[in-house]
């Protein structure tokens, strides 16, 4: 079974521009989550996904910070614009819908903002 | 929100030792969950604890629950290089949604050929 896929892997831009993630979750894994791990830290979750509607976007920076899902399978993580401290691995996860707690996670986009 | 303390943040020993580290919270969670992650790679479940007290062993990995469930260790018994990596605990809060997990920030585990 192919695991949840992510791109790129590797992002350097310069601040205040704009990047893009895309991440396709393991199939029929109804929840997609959106995670930021700064180096050093475990990762903090950004969004929460259920299908193609938000369950938990507490934590998402929303002045700059947007995500979708909009067939509920697929979903890109954007910043508009990017700041310095937004250089971070940003990992998606997937899970049963079912079983949350049981989250499957990608290998992460490394983004490095200049 | 709930904050998870891990100890100690780096740890370098040589293959054959064993090691504890350990995830310490003033708050109790409902579960907790242990992960390793790779350079270059996500986080991979090893294993998940519900129950206050209880312990769970995957193969040389033994991993325990506090009995207040605001703690938990996991001991490596003979470590080996391959168990080299970054060990996360990961907390489910009581009344946050579904899937919401804690992280702490990790330890860091080199095993010495």
């Known amino acids: 079974e192919a695991g949840v896929a992510q791109s790129p892997r590797y992002k350097i831009i310069e601040k205040r521009q704009s990047v893009a993630f895309w991440c396709n979750p393991i199939?029929?894994?109804?929840?997609l989550y959106w995670y930021q791990q700064i180096l050093g830290q475990g990762p903090k979750l950004l969004i929460q996904?259920?299908?193609?509607?938000?369950?938990?976007d507490s934590q998402l920076p929303k002045d700059r910070f947007s995500a979708e899902r909009l067939k509920g399978v697929d979903s890109t993580l954007k910043i508009q614009p990017a700041k310095l401290e937004d250089s971070a691995v940003y990992l998606c996860?997937?899970?049963?819908?079912?079983?949350?707690?049981?989250?499957?996670f990608g290998p992460g986009t490394r983004l490095l903002v200049l | 929100t709930q904050l998870l303390e891990q100890s100690p943040q780096f740890l370098s020993i040589q293959e054959g030792e064993n090691l504890t580290v350990y995830c310490n919270s003033s708050?109790?969670?409902?579960?907790l969950q242990w992960y390793r992650q790779e350079p270059g790679e996500g986080p991979v479940l090893l294993v998940t604890?519900?129950?206050?007290?209880e312990v769970k062993k995957l193969k040389r990995l033994t991993f325990q629950f506090g009995d207040a469930r605001k703690d938990s260790s996991l001991h490596i018994t003979a470590a080996q290089p391959g168990d080299t990596g970054l060990y996360l605990c990961?907390?489910?809060?009581?009344?946050?949604?579904?899937?919401?997990?804690?992280f702490g920030k990790g330890t860091k585990l080199s095993v010495k050929p």
């Open positions: 996904f259920q299908n193609n509607g938000v369950v938990d």
């Open positions: 604890v519900v129950t206050g007290g």
């Open positions: 199939s029929g894994h109804a929840t």
């Open positions: 708050s109790v969670f409902s579960s």
């Open positions: 990961a907390g489910a809060e009581y009344g946050g949604s579904q899937g919401n997990l804690i």
């Open positions: 996860a997937s899970s049963l819908a079912g079983d949350r707690w049981t989250q499957y």
